[in-house]
């Protein structure tokens, strides 16, 4: 998805861009923008639970996560049709966070658990 040499097809693009502006109108303050910043949160978010089941250190998976968004938009860098951006790179690695963070809750909430049997 993020390194494939075009972008998603107008049709795909049309799709979001309509469904963004019929929220708007109905007012919701969603924007285009907006929802590829969440995008970019949520694409990172199996990496930080996967990862995390693999490194136990949730510093070095978020660490981990921003190496690999930034290898992803460096070669992206070369591809003529992508668009690299530091905000991807922070989004994403936002979203390793994410996914390490529901990790640890699991896991508390479980030690809890077996701590009251």
């Keep these: 998805m ?22 708007a109108r109905h007012g919701l303050p969603v924007t285009y923008l907006g929802v590829e910043a969440v995008a970019n949160v949520v694409m990172f978010v199996p990496f930080g639970v996967l990862v995390g089941l693999l490194v136990r250190r ?3 998976v978020v660490l981990l996560a921003a190496a690999t968004s930034t290898l992803v938009e460096t070669v992206q860098l070369a591809l003529p049709t992508r668009v690299s951006t530091i905000q991807d790179v922070v989004m994403n690695t936002l979203g390793a966070g994410v996914g390490v963070a529901a ?7 479980r030690a809890r658990r077996a701590a009251a049997r």
């Design 2 to 23: 993020t390194l494939s040499p075009a972008p998603a097809s107008d049709e795909t693009l049309g799709t979001v861009r309509a469904v963004v502006a019929w929220l």
């Design 58 to 60: 949730w510093w070095a």
């Design 103 to 109: 990790l640890v809750a699991v896991a508390r909430a």
